[in-house]
């Protein structure tokens, strides 16, 4: 009888599926289906390029601003798949049926989020490895080593707060409306956020506005990383991207436990 308790408990183990395998099958999948899907690749990789060889490189207005530029379109590169990633992506597979079926499905729900989340930084360490290759080959743009991992961490990690944007979107907007909120929040977050235009070149009142704005935190943060930003502490810019990551993870919770009651 013991034995056969040992062998049972022993056959259990063997069986049962390894969670990490789980989350690194999930994120793998999910990085395939997204690679395969023009209309979310080809604007999240091409957009940022093409405004930093523009702005950044063939129309700069100093040799500063390839440097400025390369921290302000890294964070207008990472910020995109999260947010569309997330928004537009989970909302759409609310609207066709798919996210049911996963929340039915033995596996477990982090892994999905851990895939979205995946495939946010699959995309984001694609963009800063492009940037930085047109930075400094084209641009003339030159940093120590340590500056160069910096930035690039500091904008890849710097992307989760607009995950949690994101998911937030993803589960109260309707699949036909989510593209819209999602441009709406992202475009403009982005131009007050001074991720086109220095910060420095706007009035008050919009310098004011952008102190609310996660992207002005992250771009700030980035900016630090190369001796450009305005001043203010790593705690404060830190501080509010941790808020708003509170904050909008907050209200993806609540969505999704109301959803799951009704």
């Known amino acids: 009888m013991m034995n056969s308790i040992v062998t049972n408990q022993h056959t259990e183990l063997l069986t049962k599926p390894s969670l990490l395998r789980i989350y690194f099958m999930e994120a793998k999948c999910e990085i395939l289906r997204v690679l395969r899907t023009p209309d979310f690749t080809i604007p999240a990789l091409i957009f940022p390029i093409m405004f930093y060889t523009f702005f950044g490189i063939i129309f700069t207005m100093g040799p500063k601003m390839p440097t400025y530029l390369l921290a302000t379109y890294g964070t207008f590169g990472v910020i995109g798949p999260a947010l569309f990633s997330f928004g537009v992506g ?27 989340i995946a495939v946010t930084f699959f995309f984001s ?9 047109m930075a400094a080959v084209f641009g003339g743009v030159a940093l120590f080593t340590s500056q160069w991992l910096l930035l690039a961490t500091v904008l890849i990690l710097g992307s989760l707060p607009f ?8 589960l109260y907007v309707s699949s036909s409306g989510a593209p ?3 441009n709406l929040i992202y475009l403009p977050m982005a131009f007050l956020s001074g991720l086109w235009i ?15 704005l996660p992207a002005y935190h992250l771009a700030q943060l980035s900016l630090k990383v190369v001796s450009m930003d305005i001043g203010d502490s790593v705690f404060l810019h830190l501080g509010v991207l941790a808020a708003y990551f509170i904050l909008f993870m907050f209200f993806a919770a609540k969505a999704y436990y109301k959803k799951d009651k009704s």
């Open 90 to 116: 989970i909302a759409i597979e609310r609207g066709q049926g798919w996210f049911d079926l996963k929340e039915v499905s033995p596996m477990p729900a982090s892994a999905y989020i851990i895939a979205r």
């Open 125 to 133: 360490l694609a963009t800063v490895i492009l940037l930085f290759t």
């Open 163 to 170: 995950c949690a944007i994101g998911l937030a979107i993803g």
């Open 180 to 182: 819209a909120i999602v």
């Open 198 to 212: 220095p910060i420095m070149m706007f009035p008050e009142l919009m310098k004011t506005i952008a102190n609310v």
